[in-house]
């Protein structure tokens, strides 16, 4: 497990890429600005840096060589984003930290840059590299030793750019609507029983309103208020079915998906993401889907019944169903 540090001023972003790394299996620090990232840094010794380039109150390029300026931190790899293009950051980057202010060093080019918004997967691969040590030949990005010029090193960098809108490639969101649809009774097949499903949020209304919901169609259901208690729920009642807040005290929404999905017999029931934060769908990369509060209760539903259907029709074809 590596210690991954994420500065970006965006608190969204911030989330998503904290969920990212530690449902990947690594800690995951987050920081606001430059100087609280360097800070950090300096602190925690992290073993890869994600650094926005753009941000109030201390940007990403400063804090980039202040890095490369320390020799505690000047071999950490840095993975530098922003909405940008690769040309203007290489240039930014030229700019800005042609040296480093203590002694006229050049500045390396960073690991890599990457476009926003990312791919999760690429992004994924990346620090995979980075933090395997696989640098030359497989990104063909020089960085420690080299002296070659910063804008040309950072042009040559690993880029991704997609254009795509983070939030813009989910169709699973929606408003709030005024009524559930009429009740469905799903039932397990060859169990004649109710599907259960676990609600977890911290928002006691929330819960209440869904549990509400799904009850009137036909489901048993329970719930928990954090991820630690979730955890607890799911060995004792054995759930059909999870929906996951993310923003929760004591224990997050991708920390206990990350703890289910070690059990053998929890990583196959399926999750639904529902959070008011920007970027959800990219939180939980498995997530059979993502709604935004205030989701549309009907939209839920149909994403519920589809779901169990489906695992319902794959638990017929298994040898043995589960108990």
């Given at each position: 497990?590596a210690?991954v540090?994420v500065?970006?001023?965006?608190l969204?972003?911030r989330?998503?890429?904290?969920?990212?790394?530690?449902?990947?299996?690594?800690?995951?620090?987050?920081?606001?600005n430059?100087?609280e990232?360097?800070?950090?840094?300096r602190?925690?010794?992290?073993d890869?840096v994600?650094l926005?380039v753009?941000m109030?109150?201390?940007g990403g390029?400063p804090m980039?060589?202040?890095m490369?300026?320390?020799p505690a931190?000047?071999?950490?790899?840095?993975i530098?984003?922003?909405?940008?293009?690769?040309a203007?950051f290489?240039?930014g980057?030229?700019?800005c930290?042609?040296?480093?202010?203590n002694?006229?060093?050049?500045?390396?080019?960073?690991?890599a840059y990457v476009?926003k918004?990312?791919r999760?997967?690429r992004l994924l691969?990346l620090a995979?590299?980075?933090?395997?040590g696989a640098?030359d030949?497989?990104?063909?990005?020089?960085?420690?030793?080299s002296?070659n010029?910063?804008a040309g090193?950072?042009?040559?960098?690993?880029q991704?750019?997609?254009?795509?809108d983070p939030?813009?490639?989910?169709?699973?969101?929606?408003?709030?609507a005024?009524a559930?649809?009429?009740a469905?009774?799903d039932v397990?097949e060859?169990?004649r029983?109710?599907?259960k499903?676990l609600?977890v949020?911290?928002?006691?209304y929330?819960?209440?309103?869904?549990?509400d919901?799904?009850s009137?169609n036909?489901?048993a259901?329970?719930?928990?208020s954090d991820?630690?208690?979730a955890?607890?729920v799911?060995q004792?009642?054995r759930?059909?079915?999870?929906?996951?807040?993310l923003?929760?005290?004591n224990?997050w929404g991708?920390?206990?998906?990350r703890?289910m999905?070690?059990?053998?017999?929890?990583r196959d029931?399926?999750?639904?993401?529902?959070?008011g934060?920007?970027?959800i769908?990219?939180a939980i990369?498995n997530?059979?889907?993502?709604?935004?509060k205030?989701?549309?209760p009907n939209?839920?539903l149909?994403?519920?019944?589809d779901?169990l259907?489906?695992?319902?029709e794959?638990?017929?074809?298994?040898p043995?169903?589960?108990?």
């Amino acid at each position: 497990m590596a210690l991954v540090l994420v500065v970006d001023d965006d608190l969204s972003f911030r989330f998503f890429l904290k969920a990212l790394f530690e449902t990947d299996g690594h800690e995951a620090v987050a920081a606001r600005n430059g100087a609280e990232g360097l800070e950090a840094a300096r602190r925690r010794r992290p073993d890869l840096v994600v650094l926005d380039v753009m941000m109030p109150g201390g940007g990403g390029l400063p804090m980039y060589r202040a890095m490369q300026a320390d020799p505690a931190l000047r071999a950490v790899p840095v993975i530098m984003l922003s909405g940008v293009g690769g040309a203007t950051f290489a240039h930014g980057l030229s700019m800005c930290g042609a040296a480093d202010g203590n002694g006229g060093k050049d500045v390396d080019a960073p690991f890599a840059y990457v476009e926003k918004p990312p791919r999760p997967d690429r992004l994924l691969e990346l620090a995979h590299l980075a933090l395997d040590g696989a640098l030359d030949g497989a990104l063909d990005a020089p960085r420690n030793g080299s002296k070659n010029g910063t804008a040309g090193q950072a042009g040559r960098a690993a880029q991704d750019s997609t254009g795509a809108d983070p939030d813009g490639i989910s169709q699973r969101t929606g408003q709030a609507a005024a009524a559930p649809r009429a009740a469905t009774h799903d039932v397990k097949e060859n169990e004649r029983m109710p599907y259960k499903i676990l609600v977890v949020d911290d928002d006691p209304y929330i819960v209440k309103y869904m549990v509400d919901i799904l009850s009137d169609n036909g489901y048993a259901t329970c719930s928990a208020s954090d991820g630690s208690e979730a955890l607890e729920v799911l060995q004792r009642e054995r759930p059909d079915l999870v929906t996951l807040d993310l923003e929760m005290p004591n224990e997050w929404g991708p920390r206990f998906y990350r703890k289910m999905t070690k059990e053998e017999a929890f990583r196959d029931i399926p999750v639904i993401v529902i959070s008011g934060l920007s970027g959800i769908h990219l939180a939980i990369r498995n997530a059979v889907a993502s709604l935004k509060k205030p989701f549309d209760p009907n939209r839920l539903l149909e994403i519920i019944r589809d779901t169990l259907e489906k695992r319902g029709e794959l638990a017929a074809e298994a040898p043995e169903v589960r108990q």
